[in-house]
Structure formats: C-alpha cells, structure tokens
C-alpha cells in the first residue's frame, strides 16, 4: 500500500497518492474525532472504507449518514462534503481520470440501450450488494496489484481502472433506468415481483406480460439488477420469509412461498443468512425474551 495520508490536505494527496495514467489512488489512516471537509477536484472520486466509519453531510442535506464498509460513495468533480471521524478510519479513495469516463461511458450506454446523465451535483451511494459485486472485485483485485513491486504494476492497475469505471457507470446507468423510466419492463417487473411474491411461478410467464422473450427479458433484467429474475425473485422470497417466520411454521412459511420442497427452501435460506428458518425463529424468540 501507498503512503498513508493522515489528513485531506491536495498537496498530500498530489504529492503521495500513487497515480497511472487513468487514475490515482490514495490511502487514508484518518484519526478519532477528525473533522473536516472533504473535495473531490477536477475528477470524480470513489470513496471505500476499509475499517471504520465517517460521519458524512452534504450541501444538499442537514443531517449526517454514516458510510462505513457497507458501502461505497462516489463523488462527482467539483463536489464537496463535510466528514465526521468518529473512530480511526482506514479508506481507499479513487480519482478517475476523464479520459477513463469518456473511453467507458458510450461502451455502457450501448449496453444498457439507454443515454446515461453523468450528474455533476449528485454523490451516488453504492451498496455493497450483489449488485456491486463485481465492482468490489474489482477493487479487491486494484489492492493486489498494489502490492507488486514490478514493472507490470502500473499497467495492470490501469487495466483494472477501466473495469473500475465500467461496473460504476453500470450501476449508475442502471440506476437511472429504475428510477427514471418506469414504463421500462424491468421497472415493471421489479413492482410485480414485491407485490405478488407469493403468486410468481414461471419467468417466461413474468417475460410474456411484458411482451418479451425469455432470453432478452433475462438479459435486460440482469444488466439492470446484476441478477437474473430468478435470483431475484429468490432473493425477495427469504426476505419474506423472515417476516412470516416471525408468525407462521417454517412448513407454513415455504408453502405459502411455493416452495413444495421444504427441504429446498431450508437450503436456500441457509446458502442467504448463514443459519436454518428454525434457528432464525430461535434467534428471535431469544430476543424477545431478553427485551422483557
């Protein structure tokens, strides 16, 4: 890793912060009860934590959010917040070259058969879900190559610079599609599937509705979500279920979401949360006790 930077001053930033050709990164080892405002200059820039937390306020906003390891924060050029440290923080930061946003930005607009608004006011707040998974590879991979000490460092950052950019417009892109235009099918869809989870059998029947193959509705759908129906509609079902099995029998539970396997739906549960249905109604009912 770089030279850690203790502070926000540019001149630190400029003057210890690794650089390629497309990007630079720098390295924050940031105290307890650091204040200060934060500025990202002539390029965007991707805020990750690697330990800790910041306190974060905006122009826009009156009160402050936390962003810690859950997820991630992009900053437009030319934008400014105000941070909190509450605790020693640790996080990576990348600047992003224009050269690397206008390389990227027609290739995903293809992609998405959309226009993308690069807003230069709004911080986008990432989650780190299965949406942004491969942007987190992406990241984690960037980490690695900054460990070598050989020629091919550089080079091999700037490759992964361009993916970097690629999964954060597709998220942003994405993002605009869903909220923005909701005559698109998969806006649509989405609806559907929260307010008839439990009546979803068949996606070629989800795709029909709208009047699209099966194949370019699931391609459309995952561009969007970073899954495919499937997983989502899979997805949204354990969710439900952790507020039936607050009520209702594990058996109750599964049925009711169509899951005439119980043992598949056991299984699913356990691959998402780590733990069985049954634990996960132990857990809350240990809970309740303790509160009274």
Do not use: W
Request: hydrophobic share 35%; glycine share 4%; net charge negative.
């Amino acid at each position: 890793m770089e030279q850690a930077l203790h502070g926000f001053d540019r001149y630190d930033e400029l003057q210890y912060g690794y650089q390629t050709d497309l990007l630079r990164i720098l390295y924050y080892d940031l105290p307890e009860n650091y204040n200060e405002n934060y500025a990202a200059y002539e390029s965007p820039k991707l805020c990750t934590v690697l330990e800790g937390q910041k306190n974060v306020r905006t122009h826009t906003t009156e009160d402050f959010f936390t962003h810690d390891r859950s997820e991630m924060l992009l900053l437009p050029a030319h934008s400014h917040i105000e941070i909190q440290i509450p605790v020693p923080t640790r996080a990576l930061v990348f600047e992003l070259s224009d050269q690397l946003i206008a390389r990227l930005h027609p290739v995903v607009e293809e992609e998405l058969g959309t226009s993308i608004t690069i807003d230069n006011r709004t911080m986008l707040r990432c989650a780190v879900n299965h949406q942004s998974r491969d942007l987190q590879h992406t990241i984690q991979r960037i980490r690695r190559h900054l460990r070598l000490h050989d020629e091919n460092r550089r080079f091999l950052i700037d490759l992964a610079a361009q993916e970097l950019t690629y999964h954060l417009l597709h998220i942003q892109g994405a993002e605009q599609v869903l909220q923005l235009d909701r005559s698109d099918p998969v806006h649509q869809a989405i609806r559907d599937i929260h307010d008839h989870i439990d009546t979803i059998h068949h996606i070629r029947d989800l795709a029909s509705h709208y009047r699209m193959s099966h194949t370019n509705f699931t391609s459309r759908f995952k561009k969007l979500t970073g899954l495919t129906p499937r997983e989502y509609i899979t997805n949204r079902k354990l969710e439900e279920a952790c507020r039936l099995l607050r009520h209702h029998t594990v058996t109750e539970v599964a049925m009711s979401l169509q899951y005439d396997n119980i043992s598949h739906f056991i299984g699913l549960f356990r691959k998402k949360y780590g733990i069985t249905p049954k634990q996960y109604q132990l857990g809350l009912h240990l809970s309740a006790e303790l509160q009274h």
